[in-house]
């Protein structure tokens, strides 16, 4: 592995630095959503929730299309919802 690699590597653990955008991945991972969804299902506000959205996608972990009036998102990759659901699994596992 370079170091470049290593360090592309933590800045995507960076990202998910915060239990929202964790959440959000997670629920991602389900199916894809609107904002409203996501917002409900986590019980956070929508302008918290697009703002956490906006991170995820400028790390290029979540992408949005529009049906009609609504934009929907989706995790762009797979890697990143296994990393995601080893990690919430390997703490459910420490109870």
Do not use: W
């Not at 918290?48 to 995790?75: K, N």
Request: glycine share 6%; charged share 25%; no cysteine.
């Amino acid at each position: 592995m370079s170091r470049e690699d290593l360090d592309s590597a933590a800045e995507l653990f960076k990202t998910l630095g915060s239990g929202i955008r964790v959440g959000l991945i997670a629920a991602l991972a389900q199916r894809p959503q609107t904002v409203g969804e996501l917002a409900e299902a986590l019980e956070i506000s929508q302008p918290l929730t697009s703002q956490h959205l906006r991170v995820l996608r400028s790390a290029h972990m979540v992408r949005a299309h529009r049906e009609g009036r609504e934009v929907v998102y989706e995790v762009t990759d797979d890697h990143v919802s296994h990393i995601v659901t080893d990690a919430v699994v390997h703490i459910q596992e420490e109870k």
